[in-house]
């Protein structure tokens, strides 16, 4: 009888956990793909800071430079705004270096992603620059984006 009592709990426990796991796996935030567009820079007649998702190359143009360099990896990321949509992290202009770097992009509901991104800030310099982090995403996943930033 004792046996059958432990194996009877030994189940239920099993059973218990296996529907937590299946619940909380539900929940769990869905990772979206993206890469990051290297060699631009925010052209100095915008004023403020440009929108967080863009969607034309049109768009894209008024808002951003290309910044070529020599070398094979001198050339900036192309972007195929008929397959592709960008969300642009920029601060204001500061004199502090500083990088952005993308913690997590995630879809946590159907309407909206979560990009979580870290701000790490140095030494000031002699000059002033615009930080800028700019992220090429799959256009099946466009939907508004809730960005929030950490700082370190």
């Given at each position: 009888m004792k046996a059958k009592f432990m194996l009877f709990i030994s189940v239920a426990v099993m059973y218990c956990t296996f529907l937590c796991g299946c619940h909380t796996s539900k929940k769990m935030d869905k990772t979206i793909p993206y890469e990051v567009a290297e060699r631009y820079f925010v052209r100095n007649d915008v004023n403020g800071v440009p929108p967080t998702t863009i969607t034309s190359a049109k768009e894209f143009e008024h808002y951003f430079g290309?910044?070529?360099?020599?070398?094979?990896?001198?050339?900036p990321t192309e972007i195929d705004f008929n397959k592709s949509f960008v969300i642009c992290i920029a601060l204001e202009p500061t004199e502090t270096a500083t990088?952005?770097?993308v913690i997590s992009l995630t879809n946590t509901n159907s309407d909206q992603l979560d990009l979580r991104y870290e701000i790490k800030r140095g030494e000031k310099r002699s000059y002033t620059t615009q930080p800028l982090l700019l992220l090429i995403v799959d256009k099946k996943y466009e939907r508004p984006v809730i960005p929030e930033a950490v700082d370190k």
């Amino acid at each position: 009888m004792k046996a059958k009592f432990m194996l009877f709990i030994s189940v239920a426990v099993m059973y218990c956990t296996f529907l937590c796991g299946c619940h909380t796996s539900k929940k769990m935030d869905k990772t979206i793909p993206y890469e990051v567009a290297e060699r631009y820079f925010v052209r100095n007649d915008v004023n403020g800071v440009p929108p967080t998702t863009i969607t034309s190359a049109k768009e894209f143009e008024h808002y951003f430079g290309i910044a070529t360099v020599m070398g094979p990896d001198g050339r900036p990321t192309e972007i195929d705004f008929n397959k592709s949509f960008v969300i642009c992290i920029a601060l204001e202009p500061t004199e502090t270096a500083t990088d952005l770097s993308v913690i997590s992009l995630t879809n946590t509901n159907s309407d909206q992603l979560d990009l979580r991104y870290e701000i790490k800030r140095g030494e000031k310099r002699s000059y002033t620059t615009q930080p800028l982090l700019l992220l090429i995403v799959d256009k099946k996943y466009e939907r508004p984006v809730i960005p929030e930033a950490v700082d370190k």
